[in-house]
Every structure is written in structure tokens, then in C-alpha cells.
Nanobody, 114 residues
Framework: VQLQASGGGLVQAGGSLRLSCVAS????????TGWYRQPPGAERKLVAK???????NYADSVKGRFIISRDNAGNTVYLLMNSLEPEDTAVYYC?????????WGKGTQVTVSS
């Protein structure tokens, strides 16, 4: 299983970015797919996740600003980030939670300038 994340970059505060994560490989069942982020010198924490049933969960700090979604096939998950703040600066990681294991993609850097 491989996860390919893309869409990071440099944006001014108040701007928007959309991250994408494409999953490939032998994926038979998915519990949830999520985005985590890790600011410099800090722990990696959940930003948002979406279950196989479509239930979404967001960190309090991004509620109302970020939207997680997926394509119909379920292999691509998106994170639309609006009203970005300098505090959103971090490396963002895609995570795939299956009954057998959890998988991580390589991170994509998001930098928000003030």
C-alpha cells in the first residue's frame, strides 16, 4: 500500500490550499482515511479524518475552516483548507487505517505566511 500526498505549498494567511492523497496497492477494506500534521518541534496530531461510512471528524482548531472529502472510489482523499493561519504551518501527512494495518504517506509541507 502506498499513499501519495500532494498539494502543499506556501500561501498567505487567509488563503486556501487543497491537499490530495491517492492510495494504491492491495487495499481490501478501509476503516478511515485521515490527515495529520506536525509543526516544527511538535507532535503529530489529527487534523481530520473520514470513515468508510462517510463520518467526518475534525480537530477543534480547524472546524469550520477545513473540509475533508473523498472520491467515489474511496482511493483519493482531499483536504480543503480555507482561511489558513500561520498556526496551520506544518508538514501534513496522509494516513490510511485498515483492519490489518495503518499506513502513512510522505508528508507535504504547508507554510502560511502572515
Amino acid at each position: 500500500v502506498q499513499l501519495q500526498a500532494s498539494g502543499g505549498g506556501l500561501v498567505q494567511a487567509g488563503g486556501s490550499l487543497r491537499l490530495s492523497c491517492v492510495a494504491s496497492g492491495n487495499i481490501f477494506s478501509i476503516n478511515a482515511t485521515g490527515w495529520y500534521r506536525q509543526p516544527p518541534g511538535a507532535e503529530r496530531k489529527l487534523v481530520a479524518k473520514i470513515t468508510s461510512g462517510g463520518t467526518t471528524n475534525y480537530a477543534d482548531s480547524v472546524k469550520g475552516r477545513f473540509i475533508i472529502s473523498r472520491d467515489n472510489a474511496g482511493n483519493t482523499v482531499y483536504l480543503l483548507m480555507n482561511s489558513l493561519e500561520p498556526e496551520d504551518t506544518a508538514v501534513y501527512y496522509c494516513n490510511l487505517d485498515t483492519p490489518l494495518s495503518k499506513y502513512w504517506g510522505k508528508g507535504t509541507q504547508v507554510t502560511v505566511s502572515s
